[in-house]
């Protein structure tokens, strides 16, 4: 059983900052990739980054490239995502995923694992 935990949502001012984080634990012997989605009040989730086993690969949507930063603790198995100068199109729900791959490169696995998600809002 993977179970993965995110933590550091909350409520902030636009221009503000946040850093989410995601503990990974559980089964989960191989290498996987780690990546954060977000899903705003009737919207579908999308993808906003994602970061290699390797963690020399990063990716981004375009609108949060230059002001988010994904990045891992492999020894702590644990996921972070620090969001600067937010935006109030940038309130959803924020999850996090993992997924296994035998790619140290890749940052487009099969999500097979979910946190929960935890909620972001930012007040203009």
């Given at each position: ?56 690969t990063t990716d981004y949507t375009d609108s949060v490239r230059g002001r988010f930063t ?8 644990t996921g972070f995502l620090q969001m600067n100068s937010l935006k109030p199109e940038d ?34």
């Open positions: 059983q993977v179970q993965l935990v995110e933590s550091g949502g909350g409520l902030v001012q636009a221009g503000g900052s946040l850093r989410l984080s995601c503990a990974v634990s559980g089964d989960i012997f191989r290498s996987y990739a780690m990546g954060w989605f977000r899903q705003a009040p009737g919207k579908e989730r999308t993808f906003v980054a994602a970061i290699s086993w390797s963690a020399g994904i990045f891992r603790d492999n020894a702590k198995n309130t959803a729900v924020y999850y996090c995923a993992a997924g296994p791959t035998a790619i140290a490169t890749t940052t487009r696995p099969r999500w097979n694992y979910w946190g929960q998600g935890t909620q972001v809002t930012v007040s203009s």
